[in-house]
């Protein structure tokens, strides 16, 4: 399979990799898994009291794809307020890697990680957040 | 004894192997009941008969072997099982776990990522062992929610937890493999 150069970039020299304190109230942990590959990814974001996305991080243990679907969206959302970090959708990170089929779970992993990170932001500064509800997905 | 006159396609695959429609089976009778069918649906029987006959004869036996491979392993029965119920388990597109579980995925693959750049087989050996131990108690979940509480929605959050659990398994036996070579 032929993947894009930017794609490979991506994956080769991974921007943003790292950690931050989940615990700090400017900082957003998103938490994600697609259970068909057994990807996980974590996204963080630290946001200003502007609401200004400062800084970004990401751990992902997955695919070439699902680490370069993740390394990209770290640098978007940098420099974005959240709630146009959540515009992100994850067919424009499909079409910057130019990513095979196969691999749109990978990009969907991704923006749903953005969404995440944003809505333990938010619940942290008491907005109500409804995008990322479990509901049953979460029972136990 | 089945005879291949009464072979219908139209039989899910429980139906197929006589089998109770449950997640907890009896896999020595299904092993059985395999052995004795694909006997009977063995293409080589139909050799003599006109194409018609053998297509069929070969359709009969793909079906035989799909049914019993879906059967025989603990997460692809569930899967079926669900589906006969009309629920999705959504393995594909639900991304939400619950978020200890993920936690923990997170750990787990750091520590054989690890031990594998350590060329640690002890280590990977001790994580083999919880895993399957883990991947057991999943299992034992999924009788309960499906055989005995009958849910379905709580089934199919495990079966994604199960497929998380086939791919530290098999990043686990990859680990091995890099420490061999």
Request: aromatic share 6%; charged share 25%.
């Amino acid at each position: 399979m032929a993947y894009s150069e930017k794609l490979l970039d991506h994956y080769e020299h991974p921007r943003n990799v790292g950690s931050m304190d989940k615990d700090a109230a400017e900082v957003g942990t998103g938490m994600v898994g697609a259970p068909a590959c057994g990807d996980v990814m974590k996204l963080q974001i630290k946001v200003g009291k502007d609401g200004v996305i400062e800084d970004a991080k990401f751990k992902t243990y997955g695919c070439g794809s699902a680490i370069a679907s993740s390394s990209l969206v770290t640098e978007w959302v940098k420099g974005k307020t959240v709630d146009q970090a959540l515009e992100i959708k994850n067919t424009q990170i499909a079409e910057e890697l130019a990513l095979p089929p196969v691999k749109i779970h990978c990009s969907i992993l991704a923006e749903d990680a953005i969404k995440a990170a944003v809505a333990d932001y938010k619940s942290k500064h008491g907005a109500v957040v409804e995008t990322l509800a479990c509901g049953e997905n979460c029972k136990e | 004894m089945m005879q291949l006159a009464s072979f219908d396609f139209q039989h899910n695959h429980f139906q197929l192997f006589g089998l109770a429609q449950s997640y907890q089976i009896d896999t020595a009778q299904l092993d059985q009941q395999y052995r004795a069918l694909q006997a009977l649906v063995h293409p080589d029987k139909s050799a003599h008969l006109p194409d018609a006959e053998q297509r069929l004869a070969m359709q009969r036996a793909t079906l035989v072997n799909e049914a019993y491979q879906t059967l025989r392993s603990p997460l692809r029965r569930a899967r079926y099982l669900l589906s006969l119920h009309g629920v999705d388990t959504q393995e594909e597109t639900n991304t939400v776990m619950p978020l200890d579980f993920l936690m923990a995925q997170m750990e787990w693959r750091e520590a054989v990522s690890e031990a594998r750049q350590a060329r640690d087989e002890a280590a990977l050996a001790q994580l083999e062992t919880r895993l399957q131990r883990e991947t057991r108690e999943l299992e034992a979940q999924l009788a309960v929610k499906i055989d005995a509480e009958k849910d379905y929605a709580a089934a199919a959050a495990s079966v994604r937890k199960l497929r998380f659990m086939e791919k530290l398994a098999e990043e686990i036996h990859a680990a091995y493999d890099a420490i061999d070579n």
